[in-house]
């Protein structure tokens, strides 16, 4: 199963639907897929789609999809990431008023240049992509979490030192 999602964006990204529909209209994705669509108002005889999902259902299909395809929402990207899964990415331009800005582009970038994910830079045509990740294997996330939270406990107890001299 293939699980894509737009986010919770306030700004329609209707390219990256067309672009699923197309590949599976020429038969590129022959799985089912799931869509989390957010504010892109899309129907599709060939793909689930759902305006939104609460966390459990959303949580349920990232982890039983063998792909992510997604915006270029950090939240997304992480939670696919965390689950271990093959992310195709594209991101949200601000010249087809889907985002503000094109920070997403540097953001897509970052992720594709570690191995994190595949960047989708042309939604004209995704079928090389897909078959990229067919044998893709994204770099196996690690959390600094815990490294950032003893840092600011330093950062706190040394500011409290020295503000009780």
């Known amino acids: ?37 957010g504010y892109t108002k899309f129907t599709s005889a060939n793909m689930e ?9 959303f949580s349920a299909f990232l982890l039983q ?8 929402g950090v939240g997304t990207i992480m939670a696919g990431l965390r689950a271990g899964k093959k ?27 570690e191995g994190y994910l595949i960047y989708m830079r042309d939604l004209n045509d995704i079928t090389a992509y897909l078959k990229q990740a067919e044998t893709f294997t994204p770099k196996v996330y690690i959390s600094n979490q815990m490294n950032m939270i003893r840092r600011l406990e330093n950062f ?6 020295r503000e009780d001299r």
């Open 1 to 37: 199963m293939i699980f894509v999602t737009l986010g919770t964006q306030d700004k329609p990204f209707p390219r990256l639907l067309q672009a699923v529909e197309k590949a599976i209209e020429t038969g590129a994705i022959q799985q089912q897929v799931v869509v989390q669509a």
């Open 49 to 57: 789609v759902f305006d939104y999902l609460d966390q459990q259902r």
């Open 65 to 72: 999809a063998d792909l992510l395809i997604t915006h270029g």
């Open 87 to 113: 992310i195709l990415a594209a991101p949200r331009l601000a010249k087809y008023k889907e985002h503000h800005n094109d920070h997403q582009l540097q953001l897509l970038e970052a992720f594709a240049k």
């Open 156 to 161: 706190i107890s040394e500011t409290s030192r």
